[in-house]
Nanobody, 116 residues
Framework: QVQLVESGGGLVQPGGSLKLSCAVSGTMFTINTVGWYRQTPGKSRELVAEISSFFSADSPNYADSVKGRFTISRDNAKNMVYLQMNSLKPEDTAVYYC???????WGRGTQVTVSS
């Protein structure tokens, strides 16, 4: 059974940083594309960043709103995906979810709040 568990959310001031983690289990992690999404009340879930499988030469994909501020990475030895978020803005406030594309499997999310 595929499972994803997010962690690392919290409250941070504007301009601050957070690093989110996603632990993946139950599948061949290295061959899967993994993405970070976010959702605010009343809005659809949106793609924040996506990283292709270990065997792909594709560069990570980012939403325009986070380019230059967020970085997605993966540690295949640990079955982990990370989202380093810098220069955070109040509009980054959302619940952040990790998704395994091949299975359309989601974690339960972690809350990120950017506020002074």
């Amino acid at each position: 059974q595929v499972q994803l568990v997010e962690s690392g959310g919290g409250l941070v001031q504007p301009g601050g940083s957070l690093k989110l983690s996603c632990a993946v289990s139950g599948t061949m992690f290295t061959i899967n594309t993994v993405g970070w999404y976010r959702q605010t009340p009343g809005k659809s879930r949106e793609l924040v960043a996506e990283i292709s499988s270990f065997f792909s030469a594709d560069s990570p994909n980012y939403a325009d709103s986070v380019k230059g501020r967020f970085t997605i990475s993966r540690d295949n030895a640990k079955n982990m995906v990370y989202l380093q978020m810098n220069s955070l803005k109040p509009e980054d406030t959302a619940v952040y979810y990790c998704r395994l594309a091949a299975f359309n499997a989601w974690g339960r999310g972690t809350q990120v709040t950017v506020s002074s």
